[in-house]
């Protein structure tokens, strides 16, 4: 999931337009995005999206980002999207595992209700200070965790802290990052606002994959490109890849489950690596 962009619940002419787009996955937004006049129209009409004949046909990854738990529209956004065709649910501002399992409650309920019988899968956010300092407990909380998407935006603006500084968000990140890798799940970076300053974006996106990131969230269709450009491996690191898979191969012909290539050490982790790399190219 290199990119995942945005799409406005309430804004349905743009559902088809970004389903043919060029991002890995849409999300498509009732929080935030969606005045709270607009919420039940918005909820039914993601609903019938998600559940529609031309998602289950598109090759993309279908999110829907619901209005936080503690919210008065989470349990109708619920039970209106949990439906055929949705990949992931995100929930918005969790912060401790007891909220996770609460929320979860809700979701088991919209399943029955609905007849959706494979458990559907749940994207976090961590976005304040209480869910940063949870996130590996969260992330341990469900089997039904999918992965972490680090907020920037919500943790670093209630706190004041500076966004351009790239040792804030390194650190941000790596915490986010190391969570999920404790529960073994992927970990995504959240929007970037400023949508003419693509340079701030690359560079916060390249950040995130140097961290281990599965890819950055876009607010518009032109940061699309920009974040499949920066989560996609070059020819040069493809080309490493299918070497070490190559070398792996022989080594373990000639009994050795780690040997040295170009002047490295490579064992399992690094294999694992080149092949999953080789893995999502070759999909």
């Known amino acids: 999931m290199r990119s995942k962009l945005f799409v406005p619940g309430s804004r349905p002419e743009l559902f088809a337009k970004a389903l043919a787009g060029s991002a890995d996955a849409l999300s498509l937004d009732l929080e935030d995005a969606v005045i709270p006049a607009l919420k039940q129209e918005a909820r039914a009409r993601v609903g019938e999206f998600t559940a529609s004949a031309a998602v289950r046909e598109a090759a993309k990854l279908i999110i829907v980002r619901v209005n936080a738990p503690d919210s008065e529209h989470f349990e109708a956004d619920v039970h209106a999207v949990v439906r055929r065709g949705l990949t992931l649910l995100n929930l918005p501002k969790i912060e401790s595992t007891r909220a996770l399992l609460e929320a979860i409650a809700v979701i088991e309920r919209a399943e029955a209700a609905n007849e959706v019988n494979e458990p559907v899968r749940l994207l976090v956010n961590i976005e304040?200070?209480?869910?940063?300092?949870?996130?590996?407990?969260?992330?341990?909380?469900?089997?039904?965790?999918?992965?972490?998407?680090?907020?920037?935006?919500?943790?670093?603006?209630?706190?004041?802290?500076?966004?351009r500084d790239t040792a804030n968000v390194h650190a941000a990140m790596f915490a986010v990052k190391m969570a999920a890798a404790q529960a073994g799940l992927f970990a995504i970076d959240g929007a970037y606002a400023d949508l003419e300053d693509g340079d701030g974006f690359t560079a916060e996106a390249m950040m995130a994959r140097r961290l281990g990131f599965a890819g950055k969230s876009c607010i518009h269709p032109r940061q699309v490109a920009l974040a499949n450009?920066?989560?996609?491996?070059?020819?040069?690191?493809?080309?490493?890849?299918?070497?070490?898979?190559?070398?792996?191969?022989?080594?373990?012909?000639?009994?050795?489950?780690?040997?040295?290539?170009?002047?490295?050490?490579?064992?399992?982790?690094?294999l694992k690596r080149a092949q999953a790399m080789l893995a999502a190219v070759e999909q």
């Not at 898979?245 to 000639?254: G, K, M, N, P």
């Open 128 to 163: 304040t200070p209480l869910s940063l300092a949870n996130a590996a407990a969260i992330a341990r909380a469900h089997p039904r965790v999918a992965g972490l998407q680090l907020g920037l935006a919500d943790l670093f603006e209630t706190q004041g802290i500076a966004r």
């Open 229 to 270: 450009a920066a989560f996609a491996p070059t020819e040069a690191e493809l080309a490493i890849a299918r070497r070490i898979v190559e070398a792996a191969r022989l080594a373990e012909h000639a009994g050795r489950g780690a040997f040295v290539l170009d002047g490295k050490m490579i064992d399992l982790p690094f």
